[in-house]
C-alpha cells in the first residue's frame, strides 16, 4: 500500500516541478550530489547517472510517507519494500525507522489528555515540561527527515540523531499516556470479568463457584486500581519524572501493558505530523481498521495444531477442539488468546464510543481516527484489500483540490488487528 502511494505521489510531483521551484531546488541538489558519487565511484564513465523520478521518490520516503502495524514482520516487510522502491545506484538504503513502525494503531490516547489531567488550570511544570519535549521531539524529528541520506556518513548520522537524540526522549515521554492506557486497559479488564463471572449464573459445581468468585474478586481490584491511576495521575507522573515513591512499580505495568497490547501513541510517533497547532496530523490515512471483528476465532486457533479443521463437518470439529484442548499448553493458550481479545474489545468500546452495541462490539468505526487528519474533510480510506496504483488514483483524483491547495501530503498505513 505504502509503495502505491508513493507511486501516486512521485507522479503528483513529477507534474508540479517546473510550478514548484522549492521542489526542483531541492531534486537538482540532491541529483547534483548522487552524481557526483557516481563519479567519484568511476560509473559515470559508464553512463549511469541518476534517475529524476527515482530521486523524487527518495525525497518523498523521508518526508510524506509514515506507517504503523501490529505485526513487526509487516513493518519490515514495508521498510524492505519501499527501499527496493526507492533503490537509486551509488546510493545507500534511507533510513526510515522512524517512520515505519510496530505497534496498536488503535491503542492511544491524545497529547492533549495527559497535559489536561497534569494541567487543570494550575500551571503544573510536569505538564510544561512534556510540552516542552514534545517541540524539542518535533524539532529533532524535522532536522532528521531534511537529512537527505544521499551517503553512507548521511545514513550514520541519521542512525545517530534517532538513536542517541529522540529515542531516549521518546521513550520517556511516551510513558505519561501509555500510564493512562495502562489504567484504560485495567478497566477493559476488569468489565471483561465482571462479564464473565456474571456469564456463570447459579452455579452448583464448587469449580463453578470458585472461577465466578476469582472473575469477581479479580474485576473488583483491576477497577480499583485502574480508577486509582487516573485519579492519582498526576501523582503517579510525578514519580516517573522524579524516580520517586512508587515509580518502579508503575513503570513495570507500563511496560507490561505496552508490550502485550503495543500501546501506539501517534502525536509522540510521529511528533513532527502533530506539531504544529494550525496544521496539525495527516492528510491522508489509507489503512483496514478490523471494523469486520476482532473476536476470537475458533477456526483461526485450532487450524493452527489441524490444517482439516476448517473442512471437518461440526461433530469433527467438536471432536479435534476436544483432542486439542485435552492438552495443559494448548487449553492454557486458548483461553488466554481469548480473553485478551474480549479485554481489548472492551478497550475498544471505551476509544471508539460508536462501535458499542449488541454484539461482541468488535466493529471498530472509522469516524474516531478523524482526531488523526488535518482538516474535517480529509480523506480517511479504509477497508482496503489490493488497492493497486489505478485504484488508488481515482480515490486521491477524488480530492483533487488538495493537490492545488497544499505543498506535500502525508500518509499513513493504518493497520492493526486484524
Not at 51 to 62: N, T
Not at 181 to 205: E, H, M, Q, R
Amino acid at each position: 500500500m505504502l509503495v502505491e502511494a508513493l507511486r501516486y505521489l512521485t507522479q503528483i510531483a513529477v507534474g508540479r516541478l517546473e510550478s514548484d521551484k522549492k521542489l526542483k531546488s531541492i531534486l537538482e541538489e540532491e541529483k547534483q550530489r548522487i552524481n557526483s558519487t557516481l563519479e567519484e565511484m568511476g560509473l559515470a564513465k559508464l553512463g549511469i547517472e541518476a534517475d529524476e523520478v527515482a530521486i523524487l521518490k527518495r525525497i518523498l520516503l523521508k518526508r510524506a510517507l509514515y506507517g504503523v502495524d501490529i505485526q513487526p514482520f509487516a513493518a519490515e516487510l514495508a521498510k524492505l519494500s519501499l527501499w527496493i522502491e526507492t533503490f537509486v545506484f551509488g546510493t545507500p538504503l534511507s533510513f526510515i525507522e522512524h517512520h515505519l513502525k510496530t505497534g496498536n494503531a488503535l491503542a492511544w490516547r491524545p497529547m492533549a489528555r495527559a497535559r489536561k489531567a497534569l494541567d487543570a488550570g494550575q500551571g503544573n511544570p510536569l505538564a510544561r515540561s512534556i510540552s516542552q519535549k514534545f517541540r524539542q521531539l518535533a524539532d529533532v524529528f524535522r532536522k532528521l527527515n531534511a537529512l537527505r541520506d544521499t551517503t553512507a556518513a548521511d545514513v550514520t548520522e541519521s542512525k545517530n540523531i534517532y538513536r542517541k537524540e529522540i529515542k531516549p526522549m521518546l521513550d520517556e515521554t511516551k510513558n505519561y499516556l501509555d500510564l493512562m492506557n495502562a489504567a484504560d486497559i485495567l478497566l477493559a479488564g476488569s468489565a471483561t470479568d465482571k462479564a464473565l463471572a456474571d456469564k456463570i449464573k447459579s452455579p452448583v459445581a464448587a469449580a463453578d463457584k470458585a472461577r465466578k468468585a476469582a472473575f469477581q474478586k479479580s474485576a473488583a481490584e483491576k477497577k480499583e486500581r485502574g480508577k486509582a491511576l487516573l485519579e492519582l495521575y498526576e501523582v503517579r507522573a510525578q514519580e516517573l519524572a522524579d524516580r520517586t515513591g512508587a515509580w518502579e512499580e508503575t513503570l513495570q505495568l507500563i511496560r507490561e501493558k505496552r508490550e502485550r497490547r503495543g500501546f501506539f501513541n501517534w502525536s509522540l510517533e510521529f511528533p513532527e505530523v502533530f506539531a504544529s497547532p494550525d496544521d496539525k496530523g495527516f492528510h491522508i490515512i489509507i489503512g483496514n481498521p478490523p471494523w469486520d471483528k476482532t473476536k476470537f476465532s475458533d477456526p483461526d486457533f485450532f487450524s493452527q495444531y489441524r490444517s482439516n479443521y476448517r473442512s471437518a463437518d461440526n461433530a469433527g470439529k467438536d471432536r479435534i477442539a476436544a483432542e486439542l484442548l485435552a492438552k495443559p499448553f494448548i487449553r492454557e493458550r486458548y483461553e488466554k488468546q481469548g480473553y485478551n481479545i474480549r479485554v481489548i474489545n472492551e478497550y475498544y468500546k471505551e476509544r471508539f464510543p460508536l462501535s458499542r452495541g449488541a454484539g461482541d462490539g468488535s466493529k471498530i468505526k472509522t469516524p474516531k481516527i478523524a482526531d488523526l487528519t488535518r482538516r474535517e474533510n480529509d480523506l480517511i480510506v479504509t477497508k482496503l484489500y489490493g488497492l493497486n496504483l489505478r485504484d488508488l488514483e481515482i480515490i486521491l483524483n477524488t480530492f483533487k483540490v488538495m493537490n492545488e491547495k497544499y505543498p506535500g501530503y502525508g500518509a499513513a498505513l493504518l493497520e492493526s488487528m486484524k
